[in-house]
């Protein structure tokens, strides 16, 4: 990580990690940069608990954004400590697979390929056809829709973090995209859309 270790933490700083820790059962990765503004960590720790236990969408398609967007901003640490997650909750490891290496990944189930389009046009768009946003707003719905961009926002910030300091990758895991080694680019890629 391209910070040093953070220690004597102050008051504050202890009593936002020990909750942390009560809710994820430790205080590691990106807490370990979120804390170093002990506020902006609050408030990030709260949104990003809200999108992942409390939000409208089902934990498959919450742990499928949060997948999503890691690849977007090729975070191998979230990539990392969802993939798993992502599979337990019902998303297809063969689609998850194919994300990871850049190619449509084919879902199975008719939301999660819709919930790939909307959340591919929003990412490399940075706007959604009206054709997608209808189609979207029928099947999940206007507070689906609203929790699927906060959603997004949530984890495309938690992935700029990670990539951004440089957070170490889990050391019992490989680096899970193959153009990208370490936190230097091999080569350029190109952005696929849906």
Known sequence: MRLGPLTDLSPRQQEISDRI??????????????????ELCEKVEALGAYCRFESSLPLRLTELSLLIAARHFDAQYSWNAHIDKAVEAGVS?????????????????????????????????????????????????????????????????????????????????????????????????SRKTA
């Open 93 to 189: 490891r063969a689609a998850i697979e194919r994300l990871a290496r850049d190619e449509d990944p084919q879902f199975d189930a008719k939301d999660e390929q819709l919930l790939y389009a909307f959340a591919t046009e929003v990412l490399q768009e940075h706007f959604v056809a009206d054709a997608v946003f209808a189609e979207a707003l029928a099947a999940f719905g206007e507070r689906g829709l609203v929790d699927i961009i906060g959603c997004l926002g949530n984890f495309s910030m938690l992935s700029m973090l990670l990539n951004t300091f440089q957070v170490d990758l889990q050391a019992d895991r490989e680096p899970p995209y193959p153009d990208i080694r370490g936190y230097t680019r091999v080569a350029p890629r």
């Open 21 to 38: 820790t009560a809710r994820r059962g430790g205080t590691r990765g990106p807490f370990l940069v979120w804390l170093r503004s002990p």
